[in-house]
């Protein structure tokens, strides 16, 4: 008996979870498995499917050497998690209870919207304020802690001394990893993380002369200010951006 129908008849021995109709025969090493989902994700690298892995998003077939296979089923299972964060920016934890969903039937793939909703006992949520560490990050955005790391070598993500990371992490990683797929490198998002870091001393120095910031009444007042006058920023950016974009396309 080859070992490639060892290792299906001993699988299809196994649960079978979500998708049920496609192939779960395990006979695709992991760089097949980009290679069949790099048209639709050119950046996928075998960190993050492997970080799925340790999530218990996808459970992939180990041999005697514990070397991974997956199966077709997986290459769908894998599609649909990253659709749900490229697409409809679903956290981890939101993904895991879909695919517990379909894995017992109670859901449909085509109507993903109609699956429950996690509440918000059972989910990490993040709220002005929080701070973050790596694995938590990981799980909200689909990052591996690789990525994370070389975002920090970057300076893209900034820890406080305690390796934490600030609520605006979780959306500082989801556009980077969505302008990633745009061909966008690291250096030229270390640019845009340069320029708003030098707005940021602005604003502070700005704020600095319209009063003493060392109590808490002071801060809080100043925090308010910043929010206003970065959201005054971002409009001014966006639209200069635009600006020159169709400037340039003349």
Same mark, same amino acid.
């Given at each position: ?26 006979n695709?090493?992991? &760089?097949e ?6 048209k639709?994700?050119p ?19 180990? *041999?005697?050497? /514990?070397?991974? #296979? ?5 290459v @769908? ?8 964060? $490229?697409?409809?920016?679903?956290? #981890?934890p ?5 695919? $517990? ?19 918000d006992a059972?989910?990490? *949520? ?9 694995? @938590? ?5 689909g ?7 070389e ?8 820890a406080?001394? $305690? &390796? $934490? ?9 989801? %556009? ?16 845009v993380? /340069?320029?708003?870091?030098?707005h +940021? ?5 700005q704020?600095s *002369?319209? &009063?003493?910031?060392g109590?808490?009444? &002071?801060?809080e007042?100043?925090? +308010? ?7 005054? #920023? *971002?409009?001014l %950016? ?13």
């Amino acid at each position: 008996m080859s070992a490639q129908i060892r290792i299906a008849q001993e699988w299809q021995n196994d649960y079978v979870s979500w998708p049920q109709e496609v192939s779960h025969e395990p006979n695709l090493k992991i &760089g097949e498995v980009i290679s069949l989902l790099n048209k639709e994700f050119p950046f996928l690298q075998a960190s993050k499917i492997r970080y799925y892995e340790s999530q218990e998003l996808i459970s992939v077939y180990r *041999t005697d050497s /514990n070397q991974r #296979l997956f199966s077709l089923a997986d290459v @769908e299972r894998l599609r649909f998690i990253l659709v749900e964060q $490229r697409d409809r920016y679903v956290s #981890l934890p939101q993904i895991k209870e879909q695919l $517990r969903q379909l894995d017992s039937g109670q859901a449909n793939a085509e109507h993903p919207g109609k699956m429950r909703v996690l509440k918000d006992a059972e989910r990490f *949520t993040v709220q002005a304020g929080t701070r973050l560490h790596k694995a @938590e990050l990981a799980a909200l955005t689909g990052a591996s802690i690789q990525d994370l790391e070389e975002l920090a070598k970057h300076g893209i993500l900034q820890a406080d001394a $305690r &390796g $934490r990371l600030t609520a605006q992490a979780v959306d500082i990683v989801r %556009y980077v990893m969505l302008l990633s797929e745009q061909g966008f490198d690291l250096r030229q998002l270390r640019a845009v993380r /340069n320029s708003a870091h030098a707005h +940021a001393v602005n604003t502070i120095n700005q704020l600095s *002369t319209d &009063g003493p910031r060392g109590t808490s009444r &002071g801060k809080e007042r100043m925090i +308010a200010q910043a929010a206003q006058i970065s959201s005054l #920023l *971002t409009n001014l %950016y966006r639209a200069l951006l635009v600006d020159n974009i169709e400037i340039e396309l003349r």
